[in-house]
Each structure stands twice: as C-alpha cells, then as structure tokens.
C-alpha cells in the first residue's frame, strides 16, 4: 500500500473516481499487495469525513503514509526481537573444526574414528544457524 499511495493520486469516498484517483486498496493492490479489508475502507472514508468522491488533500495521505510506515516499522521491531529471543534460547551442538590439509592427507577409514581422541581436532561452540 506505501508503494502504491506514494505512486498514484488518491481519492476518498470511492473506489476510483474516474479520473485517476484510486483508494488505497486499490493502489495497494496494483503494487502487489493481495488485501480485501472493508474495514479499512470505511475507516479511510471516514477519518476524511467524507462521504463523496474527492481526491484525498496532501495532509490525508501524508498522515496515511506516516501510519503506514510506523506500522512497518512496528512489525519489524517485533518480529526482530522474537528472533533474537529464540535464537538466544538455542541450544547448537559443537561442530568439530581441523586443518582441511590433514584431511586431504589421510584415507577415508581414517575418517570414521573416533574424532574425540583426536589431537588434530579442535571442538568449537556452534554459534551461528549455519556453518
């Protein structure tokens, strides 16, 4: 919806009124966005007081655009402090680190032992979802 009220004259009242001007769903939805809110409709047309088709005035959708990026904003905050939370609660078991050039030297059967006895391993704490 941002993209799209940022991109095309919007109207209150209407769904278009056919001229140009779209509602903010409408917009929203030629930018990708897949919304079907009535709510939101009537709650557009009536924060503008209007119950006529108008293009919506420059503080309308100024005010609208600032709701919609503190919404995002807002969105963001809580989705990344939830991934912090999980991830500190995570438990990573150990990988097992050596010198690829020892690998490289010794045949595969060697592989299969016990890597714990090993003094060329080196056991590090697994921090990070991947390696």
């Not at 009220?5 to 278009?16: D, E, S, W």
């Amino acid at each position: 919806m941002l993209e799209g009220i940022r991109a095309n004259p919007i109207v209150v009242g209407a769904y278009t009124d056919g001229r140009g001007g779209i509602c903010p769903m409408l917009a929203a939805h030629r930018h990708g966005g897949r919304t079907s809110f009535v709510s939101f409709a009537r709650a557009w047309d009536e924060f503008a007081r209007t119950k006529t088709i108008r293009r919506a005035t420059e503080r309308e959708v100024r005010t609208l655009e600032n709701l919609l990026v503190a919404s995002l904003a807002q969105e963001a905050e809580t989705d990344l402090g939830a991934a912090i939370a999980d991830y500190r609660k995570r438990r990573f078991p150990e990988i097992i680190v050596r010198r690829l050039s020892d690998r490289l030297a010794r045949p595969l059967e060697d592989d299969l032992g016990d890597h714990a006895r090993r003094a060329d391993v080196q056991r590090v704490p697994h921090r990070l979802g991947h390696v």
